[in-house]
């Protein structure tokens, strides 16, 4: 039903402590559009009950899809968030053949949907629940909305990530949206560039919807407040599943919980990922490639996965994904991704099978 990947140092840890949440300090969130809709069951446990009587900051980083989520997880009921963005994703309709415009605005409709009354004021003012949106500023042909000379700058950008993955710093730069609280610094083993701008009422709905603003599919987001002029784009080009490490840099008053924390890495607790593949991809242009993520980059990680055997038990025996709009038809397509999401909750009881019982024999060795 589920699966569980723990890096070298995370293993470790969990075997001397047992799976506890207080362990985690990072929380990640893939891109990868409705294949999130997998981890909807778990992502509800976790900030429903996990989570729930937390004390201590957890820092949630998230990019497109992931960033959502990240919006939902920092509200005041991040269970009635996540699941308002879920259905509201899920009965997305467009005409045949949608525009670019089309999309670009159904994602403004499910934002205003997301944030609901008060979601921005709560998200910013989250002292637990620190969300972080990974956004992409484009440089050069990327930058442009013209579809000619985005699909020139992309085609750059696939023979510069096949020859080296660090060249694509000449065309895009990692943007980090977070509370003006946050301490956390993003350890990246390819040197991109990375800003840190703190949230505003300004800046955050724009940062959010740049997070997820696919080239080609979506617009890109111009001059986002606070923020160096230019064009921003969906945050997966550079970081799609990650392959970086999250420094929390501890305040003087701030206790290290764990010591064998503070003997592994003084700066770093652990990182939660749900996720919804085995084998992570480091960004956009990796999606098709040989490359594989750094064992370095999660060493204190534990990957929460959806199993084979659960996937095969779904409609289609896939996960969603944003080809389903294409290839089956709009009330075809709702339904199976309603029964989805329904179907996830099997995911979060296995979870919660294993934290009540401390079977720690079912996390394998990432």
């Known amino acids: 039903m589920l699966n569980i990947y723990a890096g070298s140092n995370a293993l470790k840890t969990i075997q001397e ?86 999309i670009s605005d159904s994602a403004v409709n ?39 000379a985005q699909v020139a700058g992309l085609l750059a950008s696939m023979l510069l990530n096949k020859i080296d993955r660090k060249l694509l710093a000449f065309q895009y730069e990692r943007y980090i949206y977070r509370p003006s609280s946050s301490h956390i610094k993003i350890n990246d083993p390819y040197n991109f560039s990375s800003h840190y701008i703190d949230f505003t009422k300004e800046n955050i709905g724009s940062a959010l919807l740049a997070s997820g603003s696919i080239p080609l599919v979506m617009s890109g987001i111009k001059n986002i407040a606070n923020s160096p002029k230019g064009t921003y784009r969906d945050g997966g080009i550079i970081d799609y599943h990650f392959d970086f490490t999250v420094e929390h840099k501890l305040l003087e008053h701030e206790p290290v919980k764990h010591k064998s924390i503070e003997h592994n890495n003084k700066t770093q607790g652990l990182t939660l990922y749900p996720h919804f593949s085995p084998k992570p991809k480091a960004g956009w242009f990796d999606k098709n490639s040989s490359r594989q993520v750094l064992a370095k980059s999660y060493e204190n990680t534990v990957l929460i996965v959806p199993s084979s055997k659960f996937i095969a038990s779904l409609p289609y025996k896939k996960i969603p994904d944003r080809n389903d709009f294409k290839n089956l038809a709009t009330d075809t397509r709702i339904k199976y991704w309603l029964t989805v999401l329904s179907e996830t909750d099997r995911l979060a009881e296995s979870l919660n099978e294993l934290i009540i019982k401390q079977d720690l024999s079912r996390i394998q060795r990432f």
């Open 17 to 102: 402590h047992g799976f506890k949440q207080e362990l985690f300090t990072n929380f990640l969130g893939a891109s990868g559009g409705p294949k999130w809709f997998t981890l909807f069951g778990l992502d509800k446990y976790l900030f429903g009950e996990f989570f729930k009587e937390r004390t201590t900051e957890l820092n949630i980083i998230g990019s497109s899809a992931g960033a959502f989520r990240a919006a939902c997880f920092a509200q005041n009921d991040p269970v009635a968030a996540i699941s308002r963005l879920a259905n509201k994703y899920a009965r997305t309709a467009y005409a045949d053949k949608p525009s670019v415009k089309d």
């Open 110 to 148: 499910m934002l205003d949907h997301l944030f609901g009354n008060n979601g921005i004021n709560e998200i910013i003012n989250n002292k637990i629940f620190k969300a972080h949106f990974i956004v992409a500023k484009s440089k050069g042909l990327t930058s442009y909305d013209n579809r000619l």
